[in-house]
């Protein structure tokens, strides 16, 4: 049990069960409210009572009857009095008509499971006088009876249940980080990924306007003996400069 608790905690879907399981046992806990009514004691007929040895409840029963009575010592302050029970020749009590549940081993060897809470005890002694009456804080305050709401309490595992099991839920969703990707890839699924561009290794050659490769200088055969005439003043077509005046002296 342990282990399967342990397990369920370090889940996510575990703790998304644990969650939906308090959710669930809130609501069964809260539907169980009620409208709670009192019954009084019935008069001429004998009732036994007697006290638990380990609970330090006090018992009553009538006699032929199976319907069993319990003053549960946590609900009275003071708590019931031996004496008082010891001393008393008739009872009469006010209990609840629903049932609480109870351990009492009875002396045929059988066993009680479920009794009605009494909310007011009186003792009487041989003269019909009341020597003691125990009330509950609860009947003090509801002498005909209230409305028993669970919710009120219920709630609370409600909440805690949504919270767990909301927390599991959502928690992963909006902590989730997408994957980092060292390449760009727009490419549909399966395309090969992203590789980085290498400049092809050509050699680019700039075309040649000219149509041919230069052939770099060349020599021109001199011409042995060939020499241009010397300029004659006669044949210059274009008139000389006339000369500038010159500054007076």
Request: charged share 10%; net charge negative; hydrophobic share 35%.
């Amino acid at each position: 049990m342990v282990r399967l608790a342990i397990i369920l905690l370090r889940n996510r879907w575990g703790l998304i069960i644990i969650g939906a399981a308090l959710v669930i046992g809130g609501l069964i806990w809260g539907a169980t409210s009620k409208q709670v009514t009192y019954e009084n004691s019935q008069t001429n007929v004998t009732y036994h009572i007697g006290t638990g040895e380990s609970t330090g409840n006090v018992y009553i029963n009538a006699d032929g009857s199976s319907d069993y009575f319990v003053a549960l010592k946590g609900d009275f302050n003071p708590p019931i009095a031996q004496s008082d029970i010891d001393n008393s020749t008739s009872i009469s009590f006010v209990a609840r008509t629903d049932t609480t549940s109870v351990d009492l081993q009875l002396d045929d060897g059988t066993t009680v499971n479920e009794a009605h809470p009494i909310e007011k005890l009186v003792f009487y002694d041989k003269n019909g006088n009341v020597m003691a009456t125990y009330t509950t804080a609860e009947y003090n305050a509801n002498p005909n009876g209230f409305y028993d709401n669970e919710w009120l309490k219920s709630i609370w595992l409600i909440l805690a249940g949504l919270i767990i099991g909301g927390a599991a839920l959502i928690y992963p969703m909006i902590s989730k980080k997408p994957a980092v990707n060292a390449g760009f890839n727009i490419g549909p699924t399966g395309a090969q990924p992203y590789q980085p561009y290498q400049q092809p290794s050509v050699t680019y050659e700039q075309p040649n306007p000219y149509g041919q490769a230069y052939q770099g200088p060349q020599q021109y055969p001199s011409q042995q003996g060939a020499s241009y005439p010397p300029a004659q003043p006669g044949n210059n077509p274009y008139p000389p400069y006339p000369p500038y005046p010159q500054a007076p002296q």
